[in-house]
């Protein structure tokens, strides 16, 4: 079809004059179209060979679709400048405006994208992580998942004497962490030093999934039992000779806690005895060795807990997130031996526990082996089983193998592997409040329904109601797995987990060693948490508190504003005092719990005067005192922006020996403004520092980045990196870059166009906490990294709507989990079917 | 031609100490020429607990016309394959009670270290300071890829306690390394089979799951189900490679792959000790045909193990028993039933072996194969760990049986010397060196 824009040119001429505002619509309309056909008409003559007719890419040329989310004028600038490659300059002005506006609006836009290929809630299966996660949630449906509480530390009970007795308990108490020396000295009042036992009882909290090594130091006999009370990981029962250390790997599940006892002694002899000390430390994934800290251990009573210890394959993260969609052998295999390691679990832990449970039942013909595997199985396929799966799943197979633990591997072997299990969507056939509940816990848990009042509301059709799911989703946020999902994000949206292992330059940095390393990450990662889990849970926080977390080794190499809040450890702190059979006690907040705006220090040392009765003791001198336990840090409004100024970050976005304001800008501009980059043209080497003595890095990093063609992406990528110049490659706050005073100037055009500028630190975090840009790419990457679907295939408006109600909640982060989780349990389309 | 020279005779000749001889010469073990080659040779310590009742254990006369009382009555078809070791002593002083070092040094032949175990008498100990005679020919035999099999070696027990103490060990890796035994056979199945069986599962299960999907396939959408289609071909491709390996080894049929049949729900608990025995003994059988290891150990209960035979009548435990003096008449009758019994499970094992064609070899796997029975004392009533119990069956050493020796209180280091030589392995010495100056036993062959 053709048309003649005069005449329409004409009309509107005419018409204007009538009734004015619709006809202005109808007459922008039509120019637009116009611009729009002319525009296709070059891109098909000049684009398309590269790009592709539809932009698809894939050629020889250029392989990356075109879609992205530069505005249109950058568009028009981009293309003005650098297109087409092989003649810059020849598609100018109106031509270049033509080409933007086709492109845009045909396929590069997000809006042209979700048009063309509209989103939908896909198929997948469970990813690596939620595998894991289902699995321990399998084991503990028979004991039940661990309540959260805030209380850390250990139970201790201290006796005199070799062995438990009664009339021999002398002190009970909560020890912040285990390491003692007692030497040759009583551990306490009334406890004779020539025999004693301490019986130690906690929970360890995994906060990443990865090998720990547990290494137990200690001179006397001691056995400890871990994952569960009575599956024992160290047997030290014999102290022999000079055999004093005890190391053990094991994996371990972000979000569970992992129950222990130790059971120290130091027994009588005849000969000469070696002085009494004991210390509980780990290695984490990634870490050096240090004490298991008072923030990881739980001292409630913990429910025995499943780890899956196998090792999975890597999930697809093609769309910038981990989905269950690779079907391979691989993962098959993977999912044939985890099913044969739940098994043996089930086999050695669940099932003699459950006859014994289940005694007085009727076992003819094997019926409570049938029951038992029954009740697993239909967690497993989150719905309850018919007499055809009964028949397949269970029936079949322990009538094929007459051992009871074969039956039970046959049994979890098939089912485990079971698309009922492997996909939690495909669900269609179950009640509404069955699948709802499936992607509330799938959504915060990476895990099933397993608890047992949970499956007695579903079977009683309790949860259809979008608040219902609201209600519990808000008491799930607080669930050690949902705490563990969001830490997991956070260290996604900062990206964090990619940095390589942080080494700077010794000559320039002298001190900055693994251990400062080691503590930036610990510091960093509990002031994420700090702030998340506050009673406010203010996002903003993240970018304006003045406040860290701090060791004495961080204050020695960062100065003054890294100085502990309270100079002093206290020696002894008394705590609650009742016996530990009545109430746990509650200990003063820790550094996992204190409030966003007024955090408060840990409590390193809290040993406790123990109220037993008719004694009198005194609090304990241990040598606690020195633990390297992160302490909230003094304020300082000037040089400290949250995780903006944390020179874990600053130091990871940098090299060696020198700033690197491209790193930062580009972290700047992807994950926490959630704009969109294309890779550059060809790897670059850095201009060394050496062969520009006079420039500044802002300086070097400005001349190798000024050709047109790198400028597309680094007029938006230094402008926000050179604010952060302040920050030197550890992270040391600087005003002078050598003899130069530094510019920390910077700009970015946002996703709207407006350009924004800013001097310094200071002014970059007032920008972000405000930035519309921050606040969805932020909204985006929580949907993304909990639901694992496309925000759009629960409504176009998904995004903009979580993203207001976000900035109505005072950025609470918490309710933002919530909110997504109520959507992702009640809007996805396959619920109308 | 050279006239045949016995080791002895070479080594009279020459004057040179039979220990000094290996070492001086450089020479192969004489006369042990038929351990080395290709033969396999397999070493296997059995141990039962609390010592025996000497009068009606040892043989009277010595020498190859050695009679057998009633204890050992049980070994009488393997009289010519057989050997006693009389005088043989377990010297290790040091921390530890009795019963402890009597398991701790038994195959170590050293100290154990100071530690906090206290026992019923003497200084408290820890474990052993040294590696075991088991274990370091376990090592020797794996460093060379002729000698090297899957596993090396293995430890099978029957009924040893959940705990890990001195008397509960006696392998050990190295020192203070006590290697804990196996007691469950199901535990020792897996990791023999383990692999094997969950593939033969899998297989024999993916037939039931195939069926499956296509039920699940109606509660996905359309769009969906290629994702379900993919998973199920590749599960189906996943299936017939399975059933093709199956029937590839079926069609071998040999016995180094076949999978031994296991009773089942067994559970460990002290009435069902001679079942459990069997089962082991079995395993341990099948594995050697497999040829996944040529060491073994096979730890009936613990030092001070107190098993109640009631299968024999007797409701006392085994450790009990031992002490009461010999006057009381039941109490030393029942010992004998009991260590009668212990002998009977080394003769099922020997019985075992002996109708066990050796695997790509000569004669039966007894002939390649060496038990040695034993104990951490030479008496239960007496602590003694002066002539401990060694009872030899089988060909695997290359010694000369059929005979009834007297050492007269040798060091038991010797006779661990002589187990290293006769495997091709010689020390100049093993476990404490005090004992070791005088090198392996001789006579034995």
Known sequence: ?833 | MHPTVSRRDFLLKTGISAAAANFMLSLPSLGWASASGDRKQRLVFIFSPNGVIPDHFWPEKTGTEFDLKRILAPLSDFQSQMMTLHGVCNRIKGDGDGHMRGIGCLLTGIELFPGDVQGGSDTPAGWSMGISVDQHLKNKLQSNPNTQTRFGSLEFGVMVPDRADTWTRMSYAGPNQPVAPIDNPYQMFDKLYGQTKNRMMLASVLDDLTEDFHKVEQMISVEDRRMLHDHVSMVREIEKELQAEMELQSRKGDVGHAIPKLAPNVEEQNDNIPQITRMQMDLMVNSFAADFARIASFQITNSVGSPKMKWLGIDEGHHQLSHEPDTNEPAYEKLIKINTWYCEQVAYLAKRLAETPEPGGDGSMLDNTTLVWTNELGKGNSHTRDNIPFVLVGGGLGFKMGQALDFKKVPHNRLLLSFCEAMGHPEKSFGNPDFCSDGPLTGLV
């Open chain 1, 1 to 833: 079809m053709s048309f003649n824009p005069s005449v329409h040119f004409k009309s509107f001429l005419i018409l204007i004059s009538v009734v004015a505002a619709p006809q202005i619509a109808t007459a922008d309309v039509s120019v637009h179209e116009e611009r729009l056909a002319k525009g296709a008409a070059i891109y098909r003559a000049k684009c398309a060979s590269c790009h592709g007719e539809k932009g698809e890419g894939g050629t020889k040329q250029y392989s990356e679709p075109l879609a992205g989310d530069a505005s249109r004028t950058e568009l028009v600038q981009l293309i003005s400048d650098t297109m087409p490659e092989e003649d810059p300059g020849t598609c100018v002005g109106e031509d270049a405006e033509a080409v933007a506006a086709f492109v845009f609006e045909h396929f590069y836009s997000a809006a042209a994208q979700i048009r063309n290929r509209p989103p939908r809630v896909g198929l997948a299966r469970l990813t690596g992580p939620q595998l894991r996660q289902s699995l321990a949630d399998l084991y503990s449906h028979f004991r039940g998942t661990p309540q959260v509480t805030e209380k850390r530390g250990v139970k201790a009970i201290y006796f005199d004497g070799p062995s438990w007795k009664n009339e021999k308990k002398k002190i009970e108490r909560v020890d912040p962490v285990i390491q003692f020396d007692f030497g040759h000295n009583s551990p306490g009042d009334g406890i004779d030093p020539k025999a004693f036992y301490i019986y130690w009882e906690g929970g360890v909290l995994a906060n990443v999934t990865g090998r720990y090594e547990i290494i137990v130091r200690s001179t006397c006999s001691f056995v400890m039992d871990f994952g569960k009370i009575g599956r024992e990981l160290i047997n030290n029962h014999v102290q022999s000779g000079d055999k004093t250390e005890f190391r053990r790997t094991v994996t371990l599940t972000t979000g569970r806690v992992y129950p222990f006892k130790i059971d120290f002694i130091q027994r009588e002899r005849k000969t000469e005895k070696p002085p009494a000390s004991i210390s509980l430390s780990w290695i984490p994934p990634g870490g050096t060795e240090q004490l298991i800290p008072k923030r990881n251990l739980i001292s409630d009573v913990a429910t025995p807990t499943f780890s899956l210890e196998l090792e999975l394959p890597p999930d697809d993260r093609s769309y910038g997130f981990e989905r269950g969609v690779a079907i391979n052998r691989q993962w098959d295999e993977s999912t044939t031996a985890a099913s044969i390691e739940f098994a043996q679990a089930a086999s050695d832990e669940l099932w003699p526990e459950y006859r014994k449970k289940h005694k007085q039942d009727s076992n003819e013909n094997r019926g409570q082996l049938r029951a038992f595997l029954t009740e697993i199985v239909e967690i497993a396929f989150r719905a309850p089983l018919d007499e055809e799966l009964k028949q397949r799943y269970i029936d079949h197979q322990v009538d094929t193998a007459d051992d009871d633990a074969e039956a039970i591997q046959r049994s979890l072997l098939v089912s485990l592997k079971s698309p009922r299990f492997l996909y939690p969507l495909a669900d269609q056939n179950q009640s509404l409040s069955t699948r709802q509940l499936n992607r509330l816990t799938l959504t915060l848990f990476d895990s099933l329904p397993t608890d047992d009042w949970l499956i007695k509301k579903i079977r009683k059709n309790e949860l259809e109601q979008v608040d219902t799911i609201r209600s519990m989703a808000r008491e799930f946020v607080k669930d050690f797995r949902t705490r563990a999902k969001l830490h997991d994000m956070l260290l996604e949206w900062l990206n964090v987990k990619r940095f390589d292992e942080i080494i700077k330059d010794e000559n320039l940095f002298a001190g900055f060693d693994r251990l400062i390393v080691c503590d930036l990450r610990d510091s960093f990662e509990v002031f994420l948490n700090t702030v998340v889990e506050s009673e406010t849970s203010d996002y903003r926080q993240l970018f304006l508190a003045d406040w860290t977390f701090t060791t004495d080794r961080l204050a020695k190499f960062y100065g003054d504003s890294w100085q502990p809040l309270e100079k002093e450890l206290p020696k002894t702190e008394p705590i609650a005092t009742e016996p530990i059979e009545v109430e746990p006690v509650s200990t003063a907040p820790t550094a996992t719990a204190p409030t966003a705006t007024a955090p408060t220090a840990t409590a390193p040392v809290t040993t406790e005067p123990p109220k037993a009765k008719s004694v009198e003791k005194k609090p304990l001198e241990t040598a606690n005192t020195s633990l390297p336990e992160l302490r909230r840090s003094v304020s300082d409004s000037q040089l400290r922006f949250g995780v903006l100024s944390h020179p874990y970050l600053m130091s990871g976005l940098s090299y060696h020996d020198a700033t690197s304001p491209i790193h930062r800008g580009v972290f700047l501009i992807r994950y926490i403004l959630g704009r969109t980059l294309r890779p550059p043209n060809e790897a670059f080497t850095p201009l060394s520092p050496d062969l520009h003595p006079d420039l500044t890095t802002r300086e070097r990093v400005s001349l190798q980045t000024s050709p047109d063609h790198c400028q597309v992406c680094h007029t938006k990528i230094n402008g926000l990196g050179f604010a952060l110049e302040n920050f030197d490659a550890v992270g040391k706050f600087r005003d002078q870059e050598r003899t130069k005073t530094l510019d920390s100037t910077g700009k970015y055009v946002d996703r709207n166009g407006a350009e924004f500028s800013f001097s310094g630190p200071r002014e970059l975090a007032d920008y972000i906490v405000s930035s519309e840009d921050a606040h969805r790419a932020f909204v985006t990457r929580a949907f993304q990294h909990f639901v694992k679907q496309p925000a759009a295939a629960f409504g176009t408006g998904t995004l903009d709507e979580l993203t207001d109600k976000f900035r109505k909640n005072n950025f609470n982060i918490n309710e933002l989990i919530v909110e997504i989780a109520v959507i992702a349990a009640t809007r996805d389309p396959s619920l109308s079917k």
